[in-house]
Structures are given as C-alpha cells and as structure tokens.
C-alpha cells in the first residue's frame, strides 16, 4: 500500500522560505516521478510541482516560478520542496503524490499534507 508523509510546513513572513519534506513507502522511488500539490478550503488541489524518475525533468506552476524548486536525490528516498519569497497566497496544505502532474481528482490516496502558513 502507497503511504506518504510530508513535513516541514510551517509559519512564516512574507518573503520567507521553506524546505518541504515528502517520504513514502510501496513503490520504488527510482522508477517512479513525483509531484507536490497543495489545496486552500474551497479550492481543488493544485499542481505546484513535479519532478521527473530519473530527475532530468521538472515543471514549476506559474504560481512559484522563480520562487520553487523541486528535487528528488537519487542517494535518499525523499522528495524535496524548497519555496523562497514566500507570499501570502503561498498558505495551503502541501501533498506530495506519485506521478508526473496527476489529476488529483484521480488520486484516492493522499498523505496528512504539510501546513504552510504566509502571514505578516
């Protein structure tokens, strides 16, 4: 069974930055791209970005050009969200999932998420 586990949320200032933890279990890191979403109350989960296997390819939201990076060390099983210039429209739960810009809709397996929080 897929199992995830994101950390590193927390509150920050505007202008901050954030490093996103995502570990998981039953499925093998190496052959498989990963993704971190995030969702507000009200709103669907979002695509913030993803990353592919090997890590040769990444995509980055419009929403945190410039400001996210993702990566994905092939010496670790973890995923890695880093944000800088944090905004307040930045504040979501974070998720990470398998695949390559998955439809969340179309994912029934989800971790806790990670709570950011933008505010002055």
């Known amino acids: 069974q897929v199992h995830f586990v994101e950390s590193g949320g927390d509150y920050v200032e505007p202008g901050g930055s954030l490093v996103l933890s995502c570990t998981g279990s039953?499925?093998?890191?190496?052959?498989?791209?990963m993704t971190w979403y995030r969702q507000v109350p009200g709103k669907e989960r979002e695509v913030v970005a993803a990353?592919?296997?090997?890590?040769?390819?990444?995509h980055v939201a419009g929403s945190v050009a410039g400001r996210a990076q993702i990566s994905k060390p092939t010496y670790e099983n973890v995923l890695y969200l880093q944000l800088r210039r944090l905004k307040p429209e930045d504040t979501a739960l974070y998720y990470c999932?398998?695949?390559?810009?998955?439809?969340?809709?179309?994912?029934?397996?989800w971790g806790q998420g990670t709570q950011v929080t933008v505010s002055s």
């Open positions: 990353i592919s296997s090997s890590g040769d390819s990444v």
């Open positions: 999932n398998r695949g390559y810009m998955r439809a969340s809709k179309n994912i029934d397996s």
């Open positions: 039953g499925f093998s890191w190496s052959t498989t791209p």
